[in-house]
């Protein structure tokens, strides 16, 4: 009998919170929604999240708070989303360090492709190669010839970073040797590169319109052009329209994702909102004017987007022995 | 200059605008609030107006931003001197001299002070930035890990001379500090240190909740300690008193040298408005006739300071404006408001917005004029804090520091670490050690170990390539000097007092 009891329960339980469930996703979203970030507030990766919820608000009808969980490798961030329930009040702000290279380097205790729902991909960055503006290496070519003869001093941000992956696929793809040196930022790769510590720096190719007169872009480091080169970088080729048979690719991106689990009623609606809200002229100029932006939307293209971030980086890692066992 | 007249113009235009106005008064006044409370330093002051900031034009937006900037760098000493508690870490410096003085009776003479230096610093600073800003950020730029590593050892041995009595003291709890910041990822080669399997330790103990535990938590457990005491001071302590000329013409030489020391260090990256006030305060208690007296409630350990961490406002601009590079951790946040702004900081900026340029050199001399102002209101309100008891100010700022502390990063891991770092701090004092020394190993550590390793890079391991770079050895020069300065003065004046006698 007790077991029987126990069974009763369980399924009038399960009924109960299956029926909250369904009202739930009805009348969804009827309370506010939280965006955790996974940066500090006033960053760039802070001020797009901010966007982001301002559009959300606006399609959904209630507010879309931002909090801000930085440190600890993103993972705190993640744990925030993962801890609370799957029912689309807890947004997340991913970027390339929490849903790719993270998991990939650490003993993460969670994983992004099985733990999240992608709802969409927003920003996009590409990695550009610098040296300083008096550097007597004027083109890619030249670079090449130069980095040939001796082991350059090359400035990347950090270790497992896409700027420093992009430093190492470059070192793989043209049999050349770096003396990788960790300058903390982006900035300060460049930075480097105007002092003098550093000969040649990766950064990014939206890099160039703040330091413009000091340094000088020899080659965007990806294979296929996109639209928004001619702007940050104009006149300026990618590695694969120099050399064709040669791999050069980035993966740097930003969207908004959900807990696995969430109802896809909830889902379709974020899907929804975000399509209305962020695919507005009025959006793309204000993201623009802070980073690069290109649409991805929906749970299975955002997904395979993330792939092949993944797909991408992981040989890499692997190789530089940084892979979490 | 840049735009000439037309841009000035332009630039008075919208900063009469009264919307602007209210914004620079609010800022100052919420600055000045957030600077007194201690945990809460201009960063996260910043920070919080920085939301607001997506719905105004760009002018009014960071002069609101500098505003809060300006004010909170002034306002930390404000309760450094009428509680010894600082702020701010931009008047940990105070503390010492400031409380000091306030306990002898003379709280009004150091508020005074502290308010005087800071316009001064603060506008001597804008005039740098406004002139001398093109220049002054290619120096800055030449610094690379030579140049740092030589700037974290001078900045660690000058604090470690200045803090405390026993030099060996001083040098142990540095150690410690910068024990402390080799925890979390090692960003050069990606190995987890000191972890303990946390991930919440990934990054490092985080900065602003340790440093509101060594100095707020431990604080205000001394505090608690003599809870039941009743404050005792004397009510002239409480009403103002500005220095008059006589006074400032006394104090001319360190006001200036402040001023200068503030700028520059604020120029140089990473360094902040702490670094800038310790430095100063060094240095005045170097070329002091009586330095044994500073401790003791010494009216040039207050103006020092409290000169020096104002004038790395202008000075921390110089890179953020001119190298997109920001000075400090709070213009780290400013750079932020100018990219919501569709603005790139850079060389190009200057051709690009010449009013933008102009509003905030003239914006920034107009704040730091209205913060004289709203400084004598903000004191008489601080001084009523000061009366009431202990036992309610006490649990206030533990209130305050751990809502100060969760809120930078939603994590109650941070506030564990706060409470920890208390302890720590309560521990080192109660040892008979000072606290200053600690928290510069601690903001001084990261730099210090990366641009040693960086150094070891570019030199391939030869130490004597540390001192190829000029401006390194000019730096280990000026060290060298006042490290040895000190015995040769007294090697110097011992024949000079016989001769004195004869």
Redesign the interface.
């Known amino acids: 009998m007790t077991f029987f009891k126990t069974l009763m329960a369980a399924a009038v339980g399960s009924l109960v919170t299956f029926t909250t469930a369904a009202v739930a996703q009805d009348d969804y979203p009827n309370k506010p929604i939280t965006l955790v970030v996974s940066f500090?507030?006033?960053?760039?990766a802070?001020?797009i999240a901010?966007l982001n919820a301002?559009g959300l608000s606006q399609e959904l009808g209630v507010p879309v708070n931002?909090?801000?969980?930085?440190?600890?490798?993103m993972?705190?961030a993640v744990m925030?989303v993962l801890e609370k329930p799957a029912d689309g009040y807890t947004l997340f702000r991913w970027t390339t360090p929490s849903v790719v290279i993270g998991p990939l380097?650490?003993n993460?205790?969670y994983d992004p492709m099985a733990d999240m729902t992608p709802i969409f991909a927003d920003e996009t960055v590409a990695n550009a190669l610098y040296v300083s503006a008096d550097s007597e290496i004027e083109t890619f070519e030249q670079f090449i010839e130069v980095a040939k003869t001796k082991k350059m001093?090359m400035g990347v941000n950090?270790?497992?970073a896409p700027p420093h992956l992009s430093a190492v696929q470059l070192g793989q793809e043209f049999d050349l040797e770096f003396?990788n040196?960790?300058?903390?930022t982006v900035?300060?790769s460049l930075?480097?590169l105007?002092?003098?510590?550093v000969e040649v720096a990766v950064g990014q190719v939206g890099s160039f319109?703040?330091?413009?007169?000091?340094i000088r872009p020899l080659v965007i480091l990806d294979n296929d052009r996109k639209d928004f080169y001619e702007r940050d970088l104009p006149g300026v080729s990618t590695v694969g329209e120099v050399f064709p048979a040669k791999n050069a690719a980035t993966w740097i991106k930003g969207g908004v994702a959900v807990k696995a689990g969430t109802p896809q009623a909830v889902i379709d609606k974020l899907v929804a909102a975000s399509e209305a809200a962020f695919t507005t002229d009025e959006f793309i100029a204000q993201v623009n004017?802070?980073t690069a932006y290109s649409w991805v939307i929906g749970v299975e293209d955002t997904t395979a987007t993330i792939q092949e971030g993944i797909d991408l980086y992981k040989p890499f890692l692997d190789e530089l022995g940084?892979l979490a066992k | 200059m840049f735009g000439g007249s037309e841009a000035i113009l332009a630039a008075l235009a919208s900063l009469g605008d009264p919307t602007t106005i209210m914004l620079m008064v609010g800022g100052i006044t919420l600055g000045i609030i957030i600077g007194i409370l201690p945990g809460l330093g201009p960063p996260i002051a910043?920070?919080i107006a920085?939301?607001f900031t997506?719905y105004m034009d760009a002018v009014p937006s960071i002069i609101l931003l500098l505003s809060i900037y300006s004010a909170a760098v002034y306002g930390g000493s404000i309760s450094a001197i009428a509680v010894g508690i600082p702020g701010t870490g931009a008047a940990i410096a105070t503390v010492i001299d400031g409380h000091a003085m306030f306990k002898k009776g003379r709280g009004g003479e150091a508020l005074g002070l502290s308010l005087t230096g800071s316009i001064i610093g603060g506008i001597f600073s804008v005039i740098c930035l406004a002139f001398i800003a093109p220049l002054l950020a290619q120096i800055a730029?030449?610094?690379?890990?030579r140049e740092f590593l030589a700037i974290s050892i001078f900045g660690l041995v000058v604090v470690v001379r200045v803090a405390g009595e026993n030099l060996w003291k001083g040098l142990a709890i540095g150690g410690v500090g910068i024990f402390l910041t080799t925890w979390g990822?090692d960003?050069?080669?990606?190995t987890e240190r000191y972890t303990f399997g946390s991930?919440?330790?990934?990054?490092g103990i985080?900065f602003v909740a340790f440093l509101v535990g060594v100095f707020a938590l431990s604080e205000v457990m001394m505090n608690a300690e003599t809870a039941l005491r009743k404050v005792d001071f004397d009510k002239s302590s409480l009403s103002v008193k500005l220095p008059g000329m006589k006074t400032l013409a006394k104090l001319k030489g360190t006001i200036m040298r402040s001023s200068l020391l503030g700028t520059v260090i604020g120029i140089i990256?990473g360094e902040g408005a702490a670094v800038g006030a310790f430095f100063a305060y060094s240095e005045a208690k170097r070329r002091s006739k009586n330095p044994e007296a500073f401790g003791t409630g010494e009216p040039e350990g207050v103006i020092a300071p409290e000169t020096a961490n104002n004038a790395t406002v202008g000075g921390a601009l110089v890179p953020t404006l001119t190298?997109?590079?920001p000075g400090s951790p709070a213009a780290?946040?400013l750079l932020?408001?100018f990219?919501?702004?569709?603005l790139?900081?850079?060389?190009?900026l200057f051709a690009e917005r010449p009013d933008l340029m102009y509003s905030i050199f003239i914006g920034l001399l107009i704040i730091n004029v209205l913060m004289i102002f709203i400084g004598l209101i903000a004191i008489r309100f601080a001084a009523q804090l000061i009366k009431v008891p202990t036992s309610v100010i006490v649990p206030s700022v533990v209130l305050l520091c751990f809502v100060g502390v969760f809120s930078?990063?939603?994590?109650l891991?941070?506030v564990g670490v706060m409470i920890a770092s208390g302890f720590l701090g309560y521990t080192i004092r109660k040892l008979g050690y000072s606290i200053a020394p600690l928290s510069i190993g601690f903001v001084l550590g990261p730099i210090l170990e990366?641009s040693l390793?960086?150094s070891v890079?570019?030199s391939d391991g030869s130490v004597f390539e540390f001192f190829a770079s000029p401006i390194a050895l000019g730096i280990y020069g000026v060290l060298a000097l006042t490290i040895l300065w000190g015995p040769i003065r007294a090697r110097v004046k011992k024949p000079m007092e016989g001769v004195d006698d004869a």
């Open positions: 500090p507030a006033g960053g760039n802070d001020i901010r301002e931002v909090i801000n969980v930085p440190g600890g490798g993972i705190p925030n380097v650490r993460a205790p001093k950090n270790i497992g003396n040196l960790v300058m903390k900035p300060a930075l480097g105007v002092g003098g510590q319109k703040t330091m413009g007169d000091e004017n802070l940084l | 910043i920070t920085l939301p997506f730029i030449k610094f690379g890990p990822l960003e050069v080669n990606g991930y919440h330790l990934y990054e985080p990256p190298l997109g590079v780290a946040v932020g408001a990219l919501i702004q569709g790139a900081p850079g060389p190009r930078v990063s939603n994590s891991f941070s990366l390793r960086q890079q570019i």
